[in-house]
């Protein structure tokens, strides 16, 4: 299992980004896909989550309007669009996978310790 994120870098307040995770060695559709960020000082938190295998989604409260979580399976590719971007999105932002064990699970593995294989992350710069 390899995760690949791409698609970081320098925006100015308010622009968008869309990010991608490049998904080998697995399909998607039997995998919750999340990505996840971290800031300078701060913990690492859930940002969004899809299942592969039913298409749900999981937005954290404190994540929902701004961004956009998608799969496209041709390419075994989960994206994160972006929008709205400010600087307190300043992060890396990392995609990881679990397998799908069981209906309406999305929700509950989306956190750093759901997960079970972590990709290197992708820099994003807000700057204000």
């Known amino acids: 299992v390899q995760l690949q994120a791409s698609g970081g870098g320098l925006v100015q307040t308010g622009g968008s980004l869309r990010l991608s995770c490049a998904a080998s060695?697995?399909?998607?559709?039997?995998?919750?896909i999340g990505w996840f960020r971290q800031a300078p000082g701060k913990e690492r938190e859930g940002v969004s989550c899809?299942?592969?295998?039913?298409?749900?989604?999981y937005y954290p409260n404190y994540m929902k309007g701004r961004f956009t979580i998608s799969t496209e399976n041709a390419k075994n590719t989960v994206y994160l669009q972006m929008d709205s971007l400010q600087p307190e999105d300043t992060a890396v932002y990392y995609c990881?996978?679990?397998?799908?064990?069981?209906?309406?699970?999305?929700?509950?593995?989306?956190?750093?310790?759901?997960?079970?294989?972590w990709g290197k992350g992708t820099q994003v710069t807000v700057s204000s």
């Open positions: 060695g697995f399909t998607l559709q039997n995998y919750i």
């Open positions: 899809i299942d592969g295998s039913d298409r749900s989604i």
């Open positions: 990881a996978a679990v397998p799908v064990r069981g209906f309406g699970t999305v929700k509950v593995v989306c956190n750093e310790y759901g997960m079970d294989f």
